[in-house]
């Protein structure tokens, strides 16, 4: 209705719910962990007709339009394809595959023990069953982030979305509880994380779908819909 980027306002939406939960806002620097005020979005962007992107960092401002206003004017005036200065710990990447459905992604890294850079990616929302669905895949160091954590997250990005047309749409997590699986070459355990019920008219809803890793070893964990 107020002509704003849905990649933009979602972005603001991750962006505000994320800096809620403290977790989040631990980074590690030369084997110290500290706690910043909050993430700096970098978002991956890619210009009408063109097929090079590049990665915007946006400062976060606790209003959504003018966020977006600030996005859209950034992605319009880059060049290169990241400000290397730019690169800070504090960051939060986020990325978007409109074209296809997901339900799971596992970004590109180097395995750093260090690297405390959220990475969230969502894809197609799609429609089903008079919902409208959109899958979110969140990465994190498993080293400052647990399964908890990812809830109190997807708990706050759900309420963001609920209080934007809390009459007409709402975001839930579609069953009660998730089931968190960790497994790597010497790992295997299971836990439950209980998340509210869902309201009766709901049109939206999240999945989470984090990959983590518990350095040394990759570890990745799936939530899955029980």
């Known amino acids: 209705e107020k002509g704003l980027s849905f990649y933009h306002a979602m972005s603001y939406l991750v962006t505000k719910a994320m800096n809620q939960v403290q977790m989040f806002r631990y980074v590690v620097k030369d084997g110290v962990i500290y706690e910043i005020d909050g993430r700096t979005p970098s978002l991956t962007e890619l210009r ?17 339009a003018a966020f977006c206003a600030e996005a859209a ?12 200065a730019e690169e800070t710990s504090d960051l939060l990447f986020i990325s978007c595959l409109p074209w296809v459905e997901i339900t ?10 260090d690297d405390s850079v959220p990475r969230v990616v969502w894809g197609k929302y799609v429609k089903k069953d008079e919902r ?21 997250f997807a708990e706050a990005l759900t309420r963001r979305i609920q209080a934007l047309k809390r009459n007409k749409a709402s975001a839930i997590i579609d069953r009660r509880r998730l089931t968190v699986y960790l497994q790597n070459s010497s790992i295997a ?13 709901s049109m939206f809803s999240v999945m989470l779908s984090p990959a983590m890793y518990i350095c040394p070893r990759l570890c990745r964990i799936s939530l899955v819909q029980v």
């Open 48 to 64: 009408k007709g063109e097929e090079q992107y590049y990665c915007v960092n946006v400062p976060f401002v606790d209003d959504m």
């Open 73 to 84: 004017k950034r992605r319009d005036s880059q060049h290169e394809f990241m400000k290397a």
């Open 104 to 113: 799971g992604l596992t970004n590109p890294r180097d395995f750093d023990q």
């Open 132 to 152: 409208v669905i959109l899958h979110i895949a969140v990465e994190v160091n498993h080293r400052l982030i647990d399964g908890v954590h990812i809830g109190r």
């Open 189 to 201: 355990a299971w836990a439950n994380c209980a998340v509210p019920a869902p309201p009766a008219a």
